[in-house]
């Protein structure tokens, strides 16, 4: 295969690129912005699409966002694609910001308290983490349920305080998703009815600048 690599990354190396990439996170924002750009279809359903992977985004659905994004887009008409790109709202920068602010307004929206904290993490987390560790050995069952019984307080909140501040998110991004589509297929038939308009003006033998009207 050309430019594959003459040796094989190692697994932590494959960890490393996953959690940061070798191209800069800005350039990585350029890519979408111009995946987005350049997607066919009509507005809403970019749009749809895009709102609906931030949505997702937001969610602590990690290992299924791709997945789950693509299903809420299917469900209300928009480009799959455009979700996929939408998820991208969830990346290790903006991991800390979203975790945080999910946890917080969950655990507000679960005691009431807006000054309070659930409070709720495993007492013990070193011995907790050995045990889930020696476990994992095993890979059983006894295992998966020990780290869900032990994350769980952490993700009840976030997956809680997700729902209005994802929803929020992805009305912000269907308004600003739209607009710059509408604004590329508006310049688009522009360009193309002026090459047409052009064109017609050469084959009739009109001056330049001379439009149809004229004739």
Same mark, same amino acid.
């Given at each position: ?23 800069? &996170? ?6 979408? &912005? ?5 997607? #066919? ?16 985004? &937001? ?6 966002? @791709?997945?789950?994004?693509?299903? !809420? ?5 928009? #480009? ?7 998820? @991208? ?46 476990? /994992?050995?095993? &890979?059983?069952?006894?295992?998966? !349920? /020990? ?12 997956? /809680?305080?997700? *729902? ?14 739209? %607009?710059?589509?509408?604004?590329? %297929? ?13 064109? *017609?003006?050469?084959?009739?033998? *009109?001056? #330049?600048? #001379?439009?149809? %009207?004229?004739?």
């Amino acid at each position: 295969m050309l430019f594959r690599r003459r040796e094989r990354p190692s697994f932590l190396e494959m960890l490393r690129i996953a959690v940061w990439p070798r191209r800069s &996170f800005a350039r990585s924002v350029r890519y979408v &912005f111009y995946r987005l750009w350049r997607l #066919s279809g009509s507005p809403h359903a970019i749009a749809v699409g895009c709102a609906a992977g931030v949505f997702i985004g &937001f969610t602590p659905l990690y290992g299924f966002q @791709f997945v789950l994004a693509a299903l !809420l887009a299917w469900v209300l008409g928009g #480009s799959i694609v455009a979700a996929a790109l939408g998820t @991208f709202v969830a990346n290790p920068i903006s991991f800390p910001v979203i975790w945080y602010s999910t946890y917080k307004l969950g655990c507000v929206m679960l005691t009431g308290n807006v000054l309070g904290s659930c409070g709720t993490l495993p007492e013990g987390l070193a011995g907790w983490g050995s045990a889930v560790f020696e476990r /994992l050995m095993d &890979f059983s069952m006894e295992a998966a !349920l /020990l780290v869900f019984e032990g994350i769980w307080p952490v993700i009840k909140p976030m997956a /809680l305080g997700s *729902l209005p501040i994802g929803a929020l998110a992805a009305s912000v991004s269907y308004i600003a998703v739209r %607009q710059m589509v509408e604004l590329r %297929q508006r310049r688009r038939r522009e360009r193309i009815g002026a090459r047409s308009g052009t064109s *017609l003006a050469d084959t009739l033998g *009109l001056p #330049s600048g #001379s439009s149809t %009207q004229s004739v």
